[in-house]
């Protein structure tokens, strides 16, 4: 709306002339009967018994029949006391205010605007009236375009006039128009008023200028509850928490004023998004004080806090003293058992409620998602549906976030176009769910076109959550590179604000890469914007140094991080152990015990597999530790725990007692532990063993991709090549798909990537010329080809040629080429090193008298002359 100046008054509306008056009240001016359902069933208390119309002889009586009208929702009474009036010629604006007031609670706002176009000479009281009443009307623009009328007029506006405009103001949130009013009210001594400065101080905070609210109320010379509760609520909205709560404790030594149910409604506000959980026990004594406990909002407000406190009990108790309970409340304690995974428990008291509204139904849907049952969630939607129940953002929101839980694509295509057939789709909450429902259900086509029809709309903000998903989406279905250079772009572009979920995600991508340039970045970012104290971000960091090959920094952040939780100190260990540094992991475990950090799954996991990689024979202690895990830690050891055992025991050389551990398993072993045995049995040459596990291994019924490939790969070794082909049809039929083995470098900022017998390279020529006189080179010192890694029937010579341009072998190649002379080579590959790759690095060491750094799906390994960390 175009400015309306307060102060110089031009705007204006037309005033109809009043309609002639006759001798037929009721056409005086021509307002039809009308229909109204309160009066169709309440009998009219002035024409019941077709008794007479009442005389009155004083306005005052006018006035009261007219509030008796309103009581008791009669319209003819009105209407007769108005035909009255005009009978009498009665002209004092008195009467027809009352009656414009009368006629608009009844739900007449014609007959009221058609009254006061006929009051010849209109007060401040009539036009204060009709500006208040299209302010609670939302008929905001109307009601200023009234006031400016009233200033046009030379009527001079009044307190109740003020608060009118404000409160207008504050509805449509023009900051210019409020100011004027601002002014008009200094110039006209208004604001010594408490009710006018109360309401200035909620317009302004409405439009967030907090420094005006503080102003205003410091300016005040008297102030009642009302001025100190919109001075807190204004500190709480714009999260000044520590101010509200010091401001509580300045009203709470006043002997005057005493805090109502508002004033701890918004604190316990406060403290719910602010998990101040003592300051909320201390507001809950407070309302036991001064008798608040049992109204409504406060209780609402403490079960809300409560419920965010994950503290049931004091919900639940809450809630069952209450004498009265609303939609609200019902609403919370379905929240408050959510919130707490107790989802039968929450059903049944949304089963109970005496009247349900969409809010309801939507706190059980975000409860299914949240407690990730997204298949419950999905059928609740189709129960609203098929009742006709009114939707909303809120549950289109949680039901498409449900649909990406549940990650099936057709499921996702029918939520997608019952959003689109709604209308919802221009939401900006609905459409950035949409995109990551895309995401996660196999649909990032959709999802990149949805991504540019979408950042060409939207506000900065709006702009950043939805690269942000996309950024997500790449990361999440395995798009690294997309993922990195998606958020280069939003950095040159401005177009996305880096908050903890961007941060955790970029350097989760960077971690998979080995691509510490954007990881630095992202650290810095966040020592700039105070991101680096959240606990997230730093685990993150911690995850992207240790698999870029810097533990140094790695440490660093541990060490400056304010607070750890137990995936900081996974992390932590998961990096040594990354690094083959068992007896460092170790080190971190003990240091765990002496600050009494209880152990989970993953970590029993992670302090297992560390005993692989120590300097000296622990498996007495690692045994120990294994056997500790049910009955100090009260973890159960799954199959996983198991298989890293049997690779210790394997790797020490205990391959028979590794064996005899699988068959005291309380559980039927499954190819992973076999797996373990298997690969421990070929290190130490036990033929025996290796038969046995191998045998066990074509037995299972493969149920993922990692054990067809392994079975294929099985039948391959010994040489019956046409059960290796029909296991791998049946992967086929089946859509399961091998991952690719590939190797990559980082040179110049730019990753090349390579795969077996690769020449898509733009200098492919160089790199095989070059490999192929390593390969001459290293076979004059003692490299000897290990074929038995070529699990395809071709000849010997053939073999050979497979082996010599693996990925690994052309990525080290061409980081020899294109580095300086005796700089390190670094190289990343997604699955385990080849034994022959692993072998031959170590004459490329001697032969360039360079390190070589690669990267598998096990960790580090760095070749030094002639020798790997990993000691294999």
């Not at 009581?71 to 009978?87: P, R, T």
């Not at 407000?301 to 503290?311: E, H, M, P, Q, V």
């Not at 706190?363 to 939607?381: I, Y």
């Not at 191998?694 to 993922?704: F, Q, R, W, Y």
Request: charged fraction near 20%.
């Amino acid at each position: 709306m175009a400015a309306v100046s307060l102060l110089t008054t031009t705007a204006s509306i037309s005033r109809p002339q009043c309609l002639p008056q006759t001798s037929h009240s009721s056409s005086l001016l021509h307002l039809p009967k009308p229909h109204n359902s309160i009066s169709s069933v309440r009998t009219p208390l002035s024409l019941s018994n077709h008794t007479k119309t009442p005389k009155p002889h004083h306005s005052k009586d006018y006035c009261n029949l007219l509030n008796l009208s309103v009581e008791h929702g009669d319209i003819e009474l009105a209407m007769a006391v108005h035909a009255s009036i005009l009978k009498i010629q009665e002209n004092t604006p008195y009467l027809f205010n009352a009656l414009i007031l009368a006629y608009f609670k009844l739900g007449l706002t014609s007959h009221a605007y058609k009254v006061f176009n006929c009051v010849k000479n209109p007060d401040v009281a009539t036009f204060t009236t009709m500006v208040s009443w299209f302010v609670k009307s939302n008929r905001e623009i109307e009601g200023v375009k009234l006031f400016s009328e009233m200033r046009r007029l030379g009527i001079q506006p009044n307190e109740y006039s003020f608060v009118a405009i404000l409160t207008a103001c504050s509805r449509i949130l023009d900051l210019e128009l409020g100011s004027q009013a601002h002014c008009l009210a200094i110039k006209m001594g208004f604001l010594q008023d408490t009710y006018v400065s109360n309401t200035l101080m909620g317009f302004y905070s409405k439009c967030g200028c907090l420094n005006y609210v503080l102003q205003v109320f410091d300016e005040m010379l008297q102030r009642d509850i009302s001025s100190w509760n919109t001075m807190i609520s204004a500190l709480v909205k714009e999260s000044m928490y520590e101010k509200a709560f010091a401001s509580f404790h300045d009203l709470s030594q006043s002997n005057e004023l005493t805090i109502d149910h508002f004033t701890l409604s918004t604190l316990l506000t406060a403290c719910t998004e602010n998990d101040a959980i003592m300051a909320g026990r201390e507001l809950h004594a407070h309302a036991l004080k001064f008798g608040l406990e049992n109204n409504l909002s406060v209780t609402n407000a403490l079960i809300g806090f409560y419920t965010k406190c994950r503290s049931i009990k004091d919900a639940i108790v809450l809630f069952d003293r209450m004498p009265v309970k609303d939609i609200i409340t019902w609403t919370q304690m379905i929240s408050a058992y959510m919130n707490s995974g107790l989802l039968e428990i929450a059903q049944e008291v949304f089963d109970k409620m005496p009247e349900k509204n969409c809010v309801s139904y939507n706190s059980l849907l975000s409860g299914f998602c949240q407690n990730g049952v997204p298949s419950n969630a999905l059928n609740m939607f189709c129960k609203m549906i098929t009742q006709g129940l009114e939707l909303d953002d809120f549950t289109f929101t949680s039901v498409i976030n449900a649909c990406g839980l549940h990650a099936d694509k057709n499921t996702s295509d029918q939520i997608h176009a019952f959003v689109l057939k709604s209308g919802f789709k221009s939401n900006n909450h609905v459409e950035s769910a949409l995109l990551d429902m895309c995401t996660k259900c196999e649909r990032m086509s959709d999802a990149e076109k949805m991504f540019q029809i979408l950042i060409d709309s939207l506000t900065q903000y709006n702009s950043s959550i939805i690269w942000t998903t996309m950024i997500c989406g790449y990361a999440r279905n395995g798009y690294p590179y997309e993922a990195i250079s998606l958020f280069v772009k939003s950095q040159s572009e401005n177009t996305i604000i880096v908050d903890e979920i961007v941060s955790s995600t970029v350097l989760g991508v960077c971690a998979t890469l080995g691509f510490d340039r954007i990881g630095e970045q992202i650290h810095s970012i966040a020592i700039k914007s105070s991101l680096i104290h959240d606990t997230g971000v730093g685990n993150a960091l911690i995850g992207m140094y240790t698999k870029c090959d810097n533990m140094t920094n790695a440490i660093k952040v541990f060490n400056l991080m304010k607070q750890h939780d137990i995936v900081s100190w996974n992390s932590l260990i998961s990096g040594y152990i990354f690094h083959k540094q068992g007896d460092n992991a170790l080190e971190i475990w003990k240091h765990m015990k002496t600050k009494n950090i209880k152990p989970n799954s993953i970590t029993t996991l992670l302090i297992i597999s560390a005993y692989t990689h120590t300097m000296s024979n622990l498996v007495n202690s690692c045994y120990t530790f294994f056997n500790s895990m049910k009955t100090v830690y009260k973890i159960e050891p799954d199959s996983t725990h198991y298989a890293s055992l049997i690779r210790v025991f394997g790797h020490w050389g205990l391959v028979k007692e590794a064996e005899e551990i699988i068959t005291k398993m309380p559980f039927e072993p499954n190819s992973f532990v076999w797996r373990a045995l298997l690969d421990s049995s070929r290190t130490h040459m036990n033929t025996s063993i290796e038969n046995k596990a191998a045998k066990e291994i074509l037995g299972k019924k493969p149920n993922d991709p990692s054990t067809y490939i392994l079975i294929s790969n099985l039948y391959s070794a010994f040489g019956r090549f046409n059960c290796s082909e029909t296991i791998r049809e049946e992967m086929r039929e089946k859509g399961i798909k091998k991952r690719p083995g590939k190797s990559w470098i980082f040179v110049e900022n730019k990753v090349h990537e390579f795969y077996a017998r690769d020449k898509s390279h733009a200098r492919f020529k160089d790199i095989y010329s070059g490999l192929d006189i390593l390969v001459l080179e290293c076979l004059k010192i003692g490299y000897m080809p290990d074929t038995s890694f070529v699990l395809h029937e071709v000849e010997e010579g053939q073999k050979r040629n497979f082996l010599y341009y693996h990925s690994a072998k052309l990525a080290v190649t061409y980081g020899i080429l294109m580095t300086g002379r005796g700089a390190p080579v670094r190289v990343m590959k997604n699955i385990l090193l080849c034994g022959d790759c692993h072998s031959f690095f170590k004459y490329v060491s001697v032969v360039t008298k360079r390190e070589i750094h690669v990267r598998d799906a096990s960790g580090f390994h760095c070749f030094v002359n002639g020798e790997c960390t990993c000691k294999g």
